[in-house]
């Protein structure tokens, strides 16, 4: 029952090091999320995954990149990583129409 | 941008009292759906209301949605130390063509005194 499962949990960088995000979902769903959370905010989507092969931009999904390896995973890459960056990032997953998101634990990145 | 709008932001109340937290968002909706997070955990679902739905129940949570004003309310009863959380309205509003996205608000951080 691990369902949805981040890598790593905490992670500092410094300014233009680059880092790649793993998210992996055991429950066969379809569509997979990239979200982060900032002090005193909501989540706030980066990119998502409709299903496996398509990715689209989300909200806010400048400085990012993602790669849906295939249904069970979903990476985000930060190719040169800024202070703005500093956030707590979450993975979700979905399983289908008027179902629920299942999140992971959430990495805590920190930009110096 | 943030679809959903929380109030109160913040809320304090004792062991046994009752909770309700609003939430008012501003496009039509496929679902509106509730979220907890304790602190430095992930998001934990708590119920999904369709948008031909007007109440719903589980447990000691009661929700209700009322399309016409574009408003839901999370009524948590007789709350309990171990309801401290932030809790999180999401709405699925079939943001970017595609349904399942969901666009969160700001969330209203519960504190429940023994």
């Known amino acids: 029952n691990a369902g949805v499962t981040q890598t790593p949990k905490f992670q500092v960088l410094k300014t233009g090091q680059s880092m790649t995000l793993q998210c992996a979902q055991d429950?066969?769903?379809?569509?997979m999320y990239w979200y982060r959370q900032d002090p005193g905010m909501g989540l706030r989507l980066i990119y998502y995954?409709?299903?496996?092969?398509?990715?689209d931009k989300g909200e806010v999904p400048n400085g990012y990149n993602v790669s849906r390896l295939n249904k069970r995973e979903f990476s985000l890459r930060l190719e040169s990583a800024a202070p703005s960056q500093t956030s707590v990032y979450f993975c979700?997953?979905?399983?289908?129409?008027?179902?629920?998101?299942?999140f992971g634990d959430g990495t805590r990145l920190s930009i110096l | 941008s943030q679809q959903g709008e929380e109030d109160p932001q913040a809320l304090s109340i004792q062991e046994g009292e009752n909770a309700t937290m609003n939430c008012s968002y501003k496009?039509?909706?496929?679902?509106l759906q509730w979220y907890r997070q304790n602190s430095g955990r992930g998001l934990v679902h708590l119920i999904l209301?369709?948008?031909?739905?007007r109440e719903k129940h589980s447990g000691r949570l009661r929700v209700t949605l009322d399309t016409s004003k574009k408003s839901s309310s999370l009524l948590i009863t007789a709350s309990r130390a171990a309801d401290t959380a932030s809790y999180f309205c999401?709405?699925?509003?079939?943001?970017?063509?595609?349904?399942?996205?969901?666009?969160f608000g700001k969330g209203t951080k519960l504190s429940v005194k023994p």
């Open positions: 979700a997953s979905l399983g289908g129409y008027n179902q629920p998101q299942h």
């Open positions: 429950m066969n769903h379809n569509s």
């Open positions: 995954s409709a299903s496996e092969g398509t990715t």
């Open positions: 496009t039509s909706i496929n679902n």
């Open positions: 209301i369709r948008s031909n739905e």
């Open positions: 999401a709405t699925d509003a079939g943001y970017g063509g595609s349904q399942g996205n969901l666009i």
